[in-house]
Structures are given as structure tokens and as C-alpha cells.
């Protein structure tokens, strides 16, 4: 066993040897389809019923896209929490920050500086962003 | 006191340290090299959709998103790049045990479903071109083919990448080299419908619900 304590691969399956196919890793991949179809359902669902509160179905939707993408990177690219994998999780915290820093941060921005425009006088409304 | 404590209590026996153990194998240096490209890859779309998300009702009395998107289109797209997704991660699991066919019949699904992806995703754009939704129309227009078209050409990439590795799969087998690369390949992919799941929940369902 030449298993020292490397890290692995992002994409590989924990600690398997390689050359058997194992048919659980088949289920994990099975698994991950069937969760991401039901929340990709619930999703078109929640943007099409006049049910929920309106003000509800942005929020509910984020909160879908996010789960399905934790999915994804848990059953397809078999990301964990193990101690093989801190490098690859490391490195996918940080994306996820300048991700929310780059996202969050110029949404912000932009709308201070869209409250704050000083409108010449007499130049149309229509100047703002808004429309 | 309590740290010096701990580290006595370490088994002796266990595995070698990553120091002791020498540089990682070579699979894994190019899997961790190629993770870290998708990343910044994500980061980009990051900054494509912060840009659409800005630019979202600056229709310049223009059509809006409510009246250009057509939901049938994207459920259908989504399910073949969701579908897509599962049939690359089941062709690098043939890839793994080294079975020729389930590798090539892996490979040929998952390339249906995206050309499929990207032929529905063009006749989109086409569609709206002909209404004169174009990309010149309005910042909210621009936005949208930048961020879309952006995941697209992913995709049209990836496809061609797909065909060059079944075609060294055939030219010089399952060799070391080949299956670093096919393993860089599916995570590329499985990371395109990441972003697909961003692309569909914030510019289409959004934008009808909105």
C-alpha cells in the first residue's frame, strides 16, 4: 500500500483503488442526479406559481441554486470534508469569498452611487438607471 | 502545555506525514493545478453576473427579460446539461476501471446532450436577434449576451476538447497522460453546469418571476 497522506485529486472518489469499478460509486453519481432534477423542478416550480408571496420565490431561489450547486460539488466532483481533501476545500473557500466579495461588492457599490447621482437639472428622470 | 501534551499522544505508527511522503503523485498535482484554473474561471463569471445583475433593468425601453425568454427552452437545456453532467461522471468511472466502451459511449451522450445544449441556446439567440434583441439594443441586452454567450462558448469548447480526448483514448489508450487529462475534462464540465445552475436561476427564472 503506497498510500502515504497525499492530498486527492478534485474529482477523485476517496481512497479507491482505481482499477476495480465499484458500483456504490455509480449510486453516489445516481444519487446526485436525482437530488439536483428534484431541486431544479422545485425551482421552475417556485417561478411559475402564483402561490407564494412574490417577495419570497428571490429568495427561495437563491437558496435552491445554492443547495444544487453544494450538490454538485458533493456527489459529481466529490468534494469533502476529509482531511485528503483540505487542500482542494481550502482553495474552493477562497473562490467562494472573492466570488461573494466581486458579487456582493459591486451590487452594493452601484446602488449607493445609483441613491447618490446628482441629476442636472432638468435632464430627463430617465437618467437614473432604473429604466 | 496542553498542545505539547497532545502531540506525545500521536500514534507512532501512522501514516507518513505529505513532507516525509515526497512530491504528490502526478494525477494529483494536475487535477489541484487544473481546480484552481476552474476557480478563477468561476471568478470571471462572477464578475459577469454581478455586471448582468447591475445592468438588469436597464432595458433603455427596450423588450425586458420577461418578454425574450422562453421557459420550455431553458427546462429543456437544463436537463440536457444536468443529464450531460451524469454521463461524464459515469464515463470517467469507465475511465477509471479502463473500459474502451463505456468510455465512448459516455463520451457520445454527453456530446449529444451538448450540442443539443448549444444548437437550442443559438436558435434562442437567433430568435431574439430576428426581434431585434440585440446585444446594441441595450445594456441589459449586452449583459445578457456576455454572460450567456460566455457560457456557451465554454461549452462549445468543451465539446471540442471532448472529441480530442476520445481521439487519443484511441490513439495511445488509457496511458497516464490521457487520463489526467480526461480527469481535468470532467471536472471542467461538472463545473460548466455549476455555473449553468447560476445562469438559469438568476437571468431566467428571475427574470420571469420578477
Given at each position: 500500500m503506497t498510500e502515504a497522506r497525499h492530498e486527492r485529486a478534485p474529482g477523485d472518489r476517496p481512497s479507491?483503488?482505481?482499477h476495480e469499478s465499484d458500483p456504490s460509486e455509480f449510486f453516489v453519481y445516481t444519487i446526485g442526479l436525482s437530488v439536483a432534477v428534484l431541486l431544479t423542478a422545485t425551482s421552475f416550480w417556485a417561478a411559475n406559481?402564483?402561490?407564494?408571496?412574490p417577495g419570497g420565490v428571490f429568495l427561495g431561489l437563491a437558496v435552491l441554486a445554492i443547495a444544487q450547486m453544494g450538490i454538485h460539488l458533493v456527489f459529481?466532483?466529490?468534494?469533502?470534508?476529509g482531511p485528503e481533501s483540505t487542500n482542494n476545500v481550502l482553495a474552493l473557500a477562497f473562490g467562494v469569498l472573492i466570488v461573494f466579495v466581486v458579487i456582493a461588492g459591486t451590487m452594493w457599490i452601484v446602488a449607493d452611487m445609483n441613491a447618490n447621482m446628482m441629476i442636472p437639472s432638468g435632464a430627463p428622470m430617465s437618467m437614473r438607471m432604473q429604466h | 502545555m496542553n498542545v505539547a501534551v497532545a502531540i506525545d499522544q500521536i500514534?507512532?505508527?501512522a501514516l507518513p506525514s505529505a513532507s516525509e511522503a515526497g512530491p504528490a503523485p502526478k494525477r494529483i498535482v494536475v487535477a489541484y493545478g487544473f481546480w484552481i484554473f476552474l476557480l478563477s474561471d468561476i471568478i470571471m463569471f462572477a464578475a459577469l453576473f454581478a455586471s448582468y445583475s447591475v445592468l438588469v433593468r436597464s432595458t433603455a425601453g427596450g423588450p425586458t427579460g420577461a418578454q425574450l425568454f422562453n421557459q420550455a427552452t431553458v427546462a429543456i437545456e437544463t436537463a440536457c446539461l444536468l443529464v450531460s453532467s451524469y454521463t461524464c461522471g459515469l464515463m470517467s468511472l469507465a475511465v477509471n476501471s479502463r473500459r474502451h466502451f463505456g468510455t465512448y459511449l459516455g463520451a457520445l451522450i454527453t456530446f449529444a446532450l451538448g450540442v443539443t445544449f448549444l444548437g437550442l441556446e443559438l436558435r434562442e439567440f437567433s430568435s431574439m436577434i430576428a426581434i431585434g434583441?440585440?446585444?446594441?439594443?441595450s445594456a441589459f441586452l449586452s449583459a445578457f449576451f456576455t454572460l450567456v454567450g460566455c457560457h456557451g462558448l465554454h461549452v462549445a469548447l468543451g465539446l471540442i476538447w471532448l472529441i480530442v480526448m476520445m481521439v487519443q483514448v484511441a490513439v495511445f489508450g488509457f496511458v497516464a497522460k490521457v487520463q489526467h487529462r480526461l480527469l481535468c475534462f470532467s471536472l471542467f464540465w461538472h463545473a460548466l453546469d455549476i455555473v449553468w445552475v447560476g445562469v438559469f436561476t438568476v437571468v431566467y427564472l428571475m427574470g420571469v418571476s420578477a
Open positions: 479507491r483503488e482505481m406559481t402564483t402561490l407564494l408571496w459529481f466532483l466529490h468534494i469533502t470534508s | 500514534p507512532q505508527d434583441a440585440t446585444p446594441q439594443r
